[in-house]
């Protein structure tokens, strides 16, 4: 891949704004000569951090911004008063072509609103999903939606497979990964409407996917499936709940180690064991979630992650930026709309031949 | 509490089947002398099981059942067939008014529909839910619904909220049990309109429970409310999904303290503090969910667990089975309704008034 990249950065975004950001460019710059950046905030800061990087400086252009999105604005407002804004500027960035992705670790609501507004939707599909990875017993896995909408009908969901197809391929260099619906059973009869008929479209031969079937809440983490599809509502609430449950179970065991001589010792004896596991359950590694199904790549940080986190954001966007998206998803994409409409024509027969 | 309670047995349910039962009605018989047994099974198996126990066999009746719910028989046809089952019997001994509550390790499915079919649903009850316990930071916590049903509208919701209220009082001991709904943000406008109208009926200061609001699935494991209701699906899968992750944590844990001879070593002189994080998050520790809403204690055991599992599903029995669930609900029952009819007039006016 000798191709040069531009990625274009909200320069403001996050807990703890333009320093971490740069210093997030400075640590993939080091690994990748061939991205370039264009960083769009306050000149005023963002100069003096960028001039003190080694490997960034030479390849960023710092787009003056005055404002920046408030964090706790609401979605709505922030698009109101967007332009003129650091968000608001790099996602305009791949609007122009000038970027292949954008990269904010910024307020989530105003980023999909706005981002939404400006680029709109692709064609062929119907909402947009936010997709990231899991990190499961076999590697990683990708999850969407996470909370772009609170619901998805089952021609949504089949969109969402193609899509989250897209990501594992591009992002974690899956040849063929497997496709699982989220239900509470793996049965065929269990769930409801909306996910018997997604399961109906998604098994249909003429869809050139490798659907697996439905899978439970405790498939997720021991990788039973690559690509996860779930609406957001409960793709919200699933992540949140392993978030919180892993959290917790770290918590207890730093407790318990320190609540004992011999759990300190043994503890620091283990050490480098320790350290494995804390690397791979570490969230910063999984940071960087992709708003599909518009047009252009919108990447996601979370707004509390460091430089190494955010390195990794800007990682999944080169990744995504560079996988032509939009051609890769097109066959399956026109695949799926043959089959809903043979599949809606097959019903509306069935239903007149009942009557 | 010196008042003899009956609890039922279906002996015959379980992957270890009446071995496993037996064993656990041994655990506990021996912590509580004021607990009796009525054990439905094939008592050509069950007898010599019981003749061998030290202090379940002076308390325990056997009542012959020749036939039993296969864990695989499809919920229709288990309720069809049921009559004769140690399954059927043990609930109806619970209709009967010879038990305060049953305990089964059967095929849920069939145990929820038997079950249903036999003690009928409470008056002011919809819908019953499946209620069990969730470790926390701050000790446990009450989720419901865990799958009884997959749909669950606002008022059902707020039913939950009452039911799940007793169970933190009877199971876990708690005073004022604070209530919370599991959504994706804790904003007051996140989520869907049932959530919404729920917040609204359980917020309402004629309903005397201890309502704190939305909250998110990271914050179930830190111990967010003592009670977290939801509708069955999302129940599920967050159950499910958080047991994944854990699972995956203590595989991980495992595996790299095996991996070299500072992780072994470590392992080694630090394990009664692991000793004491995996007794911490145990699901033996948490096994027994309540169905809640029948005429009646229905406890379901996991199907895989072992006599110490067994024996905390039976604790859940006799705490629930001495609570007077049906006296205890009815009080915030009766204020549900006036609040939900209150609600109904306002809004029909309101609409009203809009013509």
Redesign the interface.
């Known amino acids: 891949m000798t191709e040069i990249q531009v990625i274009s950065i909200d320069g403001m975004g996050g807990d703890d704004g333009a320093q971490m950001v740069v210093a997030g460019i400075e640590r993939y710059a080091k690994t990748d000569p061939n991205t370039r950046f264009l960083v769009f905030g306050d000149e005023v800061v963002l100069k003096p951090l960028l001039a003190a990087t080694e490997h960034a400086k030479a390849r960023t252009e710092i787009r003056h911004a005055a404002k920046s999105v408030a964090m706790d604005a609401k979605p709505a407002q922030a698009v109101r008063q967007g332009k003129g804004t650091s968000m608001w500027g790099a996602i305009e960035a791949v609007k122009k072509g000038e970027a292949s992705a954008v990269v904010s670790a910024g307020n989530t609501g105003a980023l999909m609103a706005m981002a939404k507004l400006i680029l709109r939707t692709m064609e062929g599909i119907h909402r947009p999903a936010l997709c990231a990875s899991w990190?499961?017993?076999k590697g990683m896995s990708a999850v969407l939606d996470l909370?772009a909408d609170?619901?998805a009908d089952a021609e949504q969901l089949a969109e969402f497979a193609i899509m989250g197809e897209a990501f594992a391929k591009a992002v974690h260099h899956k040849e063929n990964p497997s496709i699982g619906l989220?239900n509470?059973g793996s049965e065929d009869m269990k769930?409801?409407d909306t996910l018997r008929y997604a399961a109906s479209l998604l098994s249909n031969d003429d869809l050139t996917i490798n659907y697996t079937g439905f899978l439970?809440?405790?498939?997720?983490?021991?990788g039973g499936a690559d690509v996860i599809v779930?609406d957001?509502?409960?793709g919200?609430?699933?992540?949140?709940?392993?978030?919180?449950?892993?959290?917790?179970?770290?918590?207890?065991?730093k407790t318990?180690?320190k609540?004992?001589v011999?759990?300190m010792?043994?503890?620091?004896?283990?050490?480098?064991?320790?350290k494995?596991?804390k690397d791979?359950?570490d969230p910063r590694r999984v940071n960087g979630a992709v708003f599909l199904g518009l047009k252009g790549i919108v990447v996601k940080s979370h707004g509390g992650t460091d430089p190494y986190g955010y390195e990794q954001a800007i990682r999944v966007a080169v990744d995504m930026g560079s996988c032509h998206f939009a051609e890769f998803i097109e066959p399956s994409l026109a695949q799926l709309k043959l089959v809903v409409e043979a599949t809606e024509k097959k019903n509306l027969s069935a239903t007149e031949a009942a009557e």
Chains 1, 2 share one sequence.
């Open positions: 990190p499961t017993a909370g609170i619901t989220l509470i769930g409801n439970e809440g405790n498939d997720i983490s021991f779930t957001g509502f409960t919200n609430v699933a992540l949140k709940t392993a978030e919180g449950a892993a959290g917790l179970i770290a918590q207890l065991l318990y180690l609540g004992s011999f759990g010792l043994g503890g620091m004896i283990a050490t480098p064991a320790l494995r596991l791979r359950i």
